[in-house]
């Protein structure tokens, strides 16, 4: 019930606490993680427009690319040293529907979300992404708390 | 990390397959279950404003009682027959409120709870318990679909 599981990071404070649950799965029978990091577009429309005119928007894309991708070596290394098969996905789009298009495509057995993101807003008691896929999905979603 | 589970039904059809999911948890290390069900108070308080006159309240209060001890009961051997050790609690209160007191003063490890209760309204993507519930509480929460 738990064989394959989906894990969205956003490399947030709260995205980790989930990783340290995801290793727990182990015991309960987690074979697989899909790790999914979402590009938010808006993230880089904005960069594009604010940019400075003389910077080559490649190289600033590139070094983002770099980021991401050490961070997502760094939690998939985690994840194998536990034992885990790995598989890394990096898309580009608005973050709550790729993660429920991931979760449909992929058929996971369950998604493990945690239930803040980067802008982890105090009064907020539930982040809008997590909300979303919450709301959406048509699999068991397990909500790990700030 | 799934030692002891928090299950608050209400009876629907949602709370059952909830109950399917947490058969299964077992092989996850599932040992024991807290069963709880909320007798909303706003229920009865309303079942006492517009009961006729001439009945006796504690007559249908009884009625009421034994339905509800005879579901729980039922779920109640469901589990037993899987292996697991159950507690009944029945409480009367505001169903969310007394999900969260029982998940705090019975150190459950999580919480499994139903997309949606009773009042499964189709547009309605997550009922008002269940997100008064993942909003609020300080455990994690796994949420299954309907």
Redesign the interface.
Known sequence: ??KKILYPTDFSDVAYKVLD?IV??K???TKEVLLLHVIDQRDVYNMEQHTARWTDISQVRKAWDREISGAMDSIADELTEAGLKVTQLVVCGIPFDSILQAEDEEDVS?TVIG?HGKSNIEEM??GSVSEKV????????????R
Do not use: E
């Open positions: 019930m738990f649950f727990q799965l015991t309960a029978g369950l239930s008691l539930l919450i709301r959406k999905s048509q699999k068991p979603v397990i909500v790990i708390k």
